[in-house]
């Protein structure tokens, strides 16, 4: 294990030791808060250009899945074809794993990957310090290796436009209903749970022009980066509420795409929700709920159009979880309710989706 060090923009130091591929590297760094999940979090295309700290203790225990594909070309365990994040910090490495899926050590598929590990940083010290200050640029340093070039603002970055399908994909070919699903980063479960609805799925660029498209209903997916970086989406958003009711739904970068469109802003998180508990009430309800999030940016609820209305609230920090529009079935989340690895308590907002087709 070679020694490697993170640091911060601000210039405070972490040294530890390196488990993946060692090759310096730079990026926004972020802490994620959840107890599992790794080989899901680190093949979301939401991580492009960040290095994710995990703040629960111990890490690999229980290996890497095999990274096998389905028929209809979805992998099988993970949420996309390849890792998306730039590295993984870690606490404590474990060496050794034990699992019935387990089909090698993450050391090893970093390395197949080129993505650093890095273990041996104190996790804690590093998360109090984002929170305090709010996340950060960093990168990593290898004794002996030469540092990596100095690397852009991550919110100068259109990261959607670098993680997004640039080619039509369909799944689920002939089904019964047409759903187009915008690209901004999709996982791979936000398509899995629209497939087994019985939809068709059309699969389309961040940035192409649906709206004289065949479809009954419009998904906006996840993805990396500020909204305010996909203006092209948001006016391709408004074109299509302007010709048509068809039901729209969005997840994550969906929700704050929506809200663009129906006029609201967008502010940066001082360190974003990324964690498996976060909790929601839908407005209006004593319903709670436990969700998985991923986001650095959350919509400005106060300035939503006046036919728009909040549709769930964060329960830790007040800020908005979803929107929806008072007479259209138009709605989104701000957290995953595929939720894949979990918890998958609000499931349902596929459903809703559906029955308004």
Known sequence: MKDVTLVLEDGTRFKGKSFGYD???????????????????????????????????????????????????????????????????????????????AHESLADWLRR?????VTGIDTRQLTK??????????????????????????ESVNWVDRVSCKDIIKYNEGAGKKVVLVDCG?????????????????????NYDYTDMDFDGLFLANGPGDPDMCEDAVNIIRKQMSQSRKPI???????????KA??????KLKYGHRSHNQPVREVGT???????????????????GREWRELFVNMNDGSNEGIRHQTNPWFSSQFHPEACSGPVDTEFMFDRFIEAL
């Open 23 to 101: 090759a310096p590297v730079a990026g926004e760094v972020v802490f994620n808060t959840a107890m599992m999940g790794y080989p899901e979090s680190l093949t979301d295309p939401s991580y492009a250009g960040q290095l994710m700290a995990l703040t629960y203790p111990l890490v690999g225990n229980y290996g890497v899945p095999r990274f096998s594909f389905e028929e209809n070309g979805l992998p099988t365990f993970m949420e996309s074809d390849r890792i998306y994040a730039s590295a993984i910090i870690v606490s404590d490495y474990s060496e050794e794993y034990s699992h019935w899926n």
């Open 113 to 117: 990957e080129k993505v650093p590990g």
């Open 129 to 154: 310090v984002l929170r305090e200050h709010g996340v950060m640029m960093g990168r990593l340093e290898f004794e002996g290796a030469v540092c990596c070039d100095e690397v852009a603002a991550y």
């Open 186 to 206: 999709v996982k791979a479960n936000i398509i899995r749970c629209l497939i087994n609805r019985g939809v068709e799925v059309i699969r389309v660029p961040w």
């Open 249 to 259: 739904c969005g997840i994550c970068m969906g929700n704050q795409l929506l809200a």
């Open 262 to 267: 129906g006029g609201a802003k967008i502010y």
């Open 286 to 304: 004593n319903h709670c709920y436990v969700t998985s999030q991923n986001h650095g940016y959350a919509v400005d609820a106060a300035t939503l």
